[in-house]
Nanobody, 110 residues
């Protein structure tokens, strides 16, 4: 199983980015997917979760700014990030079941 994440980059505060993660996994549509940022020196913690049934959960720190979505036909999960803040700077990992993507770096400058 491979998860390939992309879409990170350098953006100014207030800007937007969209992350993508494509999974080579069967029955992708049946699984919950999630995004976990990890800043240097901190633990990896989820910020957005999307179940197979379409239910979403967001961490308080990103609610109203980030949107998780999926395209099951493409085995891909997205994270639309708006109104970015410097504290959003982190490597963002996608997760499906027990599998992790390689991470994509998001840097938000002030």
């Amino acid at each position: 199983v491979q998860l390939q994440a992309s879409g990170g980059g350098l953006v100014q505060a207030g800007g937007s980015l969209r992350l993508s993660c494509t999974a080579s996994i069967s029955r992708f549509s049946s699984n919950t997917v999630a995004w976990y940022p990890q800043a240097p020196g901190t633990q990896r913690e989820w910020v957005a979760v999307l179940t197979s049934g379409g239910h979403t959960t967001y961490a308080a720190s990103v609610k109203g700014r980030f949107t998780i979505s999926r395209d099951n036909a493409k085995n891909t999960v997205y994270l639309q990030m708006n109104s970015l803040k410097p504290e959003d700077t982190a490597v963002y990992y996608c997760r499906v079941l027990t599998f992790w993507g390689q991470g994509t770096l998001v840097t938000v400058s002030s």
